[in-house]
């Protein structure tokens, strides 16, 4: 009974996705010259795509600009994205403003069929129509790039597009970005930019089994291909609280004296994305996180985090029968020791970190494998330790570190976490 029950809600789901699903062709249009665009519109549309981290998914390693063919590991199988410049055979210069603005706030493309939401139009639904034309004018004013789309490995039914129409109805909520009127213009702004072009929960809030970001667990942190993109909400394993000023400094330069430094995709997510922001914006988005995270009602536990962080600089004093702490006064300590700011101090305090204090160790053994910064990234550089330290080494430094600089219960199975992540992808696409 119950089974015939389910089959026959399925049927129904079904045929009113088929229903839903029917889009129309947007006509196309001659690519529009370059010169219909005023320089301060594409200009606008430049930091907007730089934001959107619209070459991340659209440039391949090696590949043109915008070229496309970025494969994209969902969980139900690899995503191909397509050629967004605008060439008129394998790209979008045959889109009209229309069809554009469709894809990017509605996920339908210009021949009428649904788009996948590893494209993240869940988020940029909210985009102004000044913000979308921006980007419009953008985009057209690209280099055009010959570059065919590649062919998506989905399993069916999975594949069939029209069936994308039952996964809007259920997870997808279309409309541009409505103020809230109880906050600041600062707030606002911060909020228009996250949720919308930044997109910072498509990384940071876990999804549930259908691939949908669970509305449930706002920025409550999430696996990203080797990594974890932290808790960003309350709840943040940071001990010492996001402030206003260190959101600002981590997201303006990557660094944050309180914190550490951005590694991995948020690296790219800061030199690459938000880097063409204006400081007016980052301190919109550093207001709209520091409120959400609760930090002014952490803040007055601040000063104590600060100093128990100081003293745990000093805990490997004396311990130098202890291999684990040998092994991190001989290989990290050089640089991690300094104890007082001063011209030996070349990084902040590991207890400061949330590769110490989060429940997965991921990000404690990416840094460590792939280091920090290096090839074309400003900032602080650490050299990858992949070759030099074998896996148990880095097991035997992630339990030493995370018993000396963080009151956490020890993490379970070290050994093979770390052996799992080594062939883990650094730095995601
Ligand atoms: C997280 C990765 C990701 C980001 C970020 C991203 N895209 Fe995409 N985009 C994709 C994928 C994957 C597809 C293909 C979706 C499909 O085939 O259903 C796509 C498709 C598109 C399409 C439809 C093109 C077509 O031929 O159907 C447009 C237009 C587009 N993206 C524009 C943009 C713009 C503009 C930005 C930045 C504001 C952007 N994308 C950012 C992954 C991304
Ligand atoms: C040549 C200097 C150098 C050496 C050697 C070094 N590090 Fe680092 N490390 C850095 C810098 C610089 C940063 C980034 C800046 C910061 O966190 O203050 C960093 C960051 C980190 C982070 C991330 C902290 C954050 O910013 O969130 C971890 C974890 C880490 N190092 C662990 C280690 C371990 C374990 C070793 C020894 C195996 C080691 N490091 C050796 C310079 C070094
Ligand atoms: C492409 C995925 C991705 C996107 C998009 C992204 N992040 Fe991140 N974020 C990460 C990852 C991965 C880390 C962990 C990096 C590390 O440990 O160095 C991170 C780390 C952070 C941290 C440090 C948290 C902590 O406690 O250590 C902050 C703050 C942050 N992101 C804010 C943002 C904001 C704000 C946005 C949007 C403007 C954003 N992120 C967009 C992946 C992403």
């Known amino acids: 009974m119950f089974k015939r029950l389910t089959l026959a809600v399925l049927v129904m789901l079904l045929v009113g996705c088929v229903g839903l699903s029917w889009h129309s062709e947007v006509p196309p249009i001659g690519a529009p010259p370059s010169s ?41 199988g690899t ?90 109805l259920l997870f997808f909520k279309p409309g541009v970005y409505r103020a809230d009127a109880r906050r600041g213009e600062a707030w606002n702004r911060g909020a228009y930019l996250a949720e919308g072009i930044a997109h910072c929960a498509a990384c940071h809030t876990p999804r549930n089994r259908f691939g949908a970001e669970r509305s449930d667990a706002p920025y409550a942190g999430a696996p990203l291909d080797g990594w974890v993109a932290p808790t960003l909400s309350a709840a943040s394993p940071a001990p010492v609280p996001w402030s206003q000023q260190d959101l600002y400094d981590y997201l303006r330069n990557g660094e944050s004296e309180r914190h550490g430094v951005a590694a991995g995709a948020m690296a790219a997510v ?39 962080a100081q003293t745990r600089r000093l805990a490997d004093v004396g311990q130098e029968t ?70 148990a080494d880095i097991a035997l430094l992630a339990a030493y570190l995370r018993r000396t600089r963080s009151d956490r219960p020890a993490w379970p199975n070290l050994l093979p976490t770390v052996t799992a992540h080594r062939p883990m992808a650094a730095v995601p696409p």
Not at 54 to 65: D, Q, S
Not at 279 to 288: K, M, N
């Open 36 to 76: 219909s665009f005023p320089a301060a519109q594409v200009a606008l549309g430049g930091q907007l795509a730089g934001a959107g981290g619209c070459a991340g998914c659209h440039t391949a390693a090696g590949g043109l600009a915008y070229g496309g063919g970025v494969g994209l590991e969902t969980g139900f």
């Open 79 to 168: 995503i191909y994205s397509t050629n967004i410049s605008p060439d008129v055979q394998t790209g979008i210069g045959s889109w009209s403003l229309a069809a554009f603005d469709r894809a990017l706030r509605q996920g339908v493309a210009r021949d009428g069929t649904h788009l996948f939401p590893a494209f993240p139009y869940t988020h940029f639904t909210l985009l102004s129509d000044g913000d979308v034309g921006a980007l419009y004018a953008y985009f057209m004013t690209r280099d055009p790039v010959s570059s065919p789309s590649r062919a998506n490995r989905i399993p069916f039914p999975l594949n069939v597009r029209s069936l994308q129409a039952g996964w809007k």
């Open 270 to 308: 800061v030199h690459q994305g938000l880097a063409r922001l204006p400081d007016s914006d980052i301190q919109a988005l550093a207001t709209y996180f520091s409120d959400l995270g609760g930090a002014a009602g952490r803040e007055p536990q601040a000063a104590a985090a600060l100093a128990l």
């Open 322 to 391: 202890d291999p684990a702490a040998n092994l991190y006064l001989a290989g990290c300590a050089y640089c991690h020791y300094s104890a007082a700011p001063g011209p030996g101090k070349v990084s902040g305090s590991l207890a400061l970190s949330t590769a110490l204090t989060a429940d997965d160790p991921a990000n404690f053994i990416q840094t460590v494998l792939h280091g920090v910064g290096g090839a074309g990234t400003p900032g602080p550089y650490m050299p990858a330790f992949a070759g030099a330290l074998t896996d």
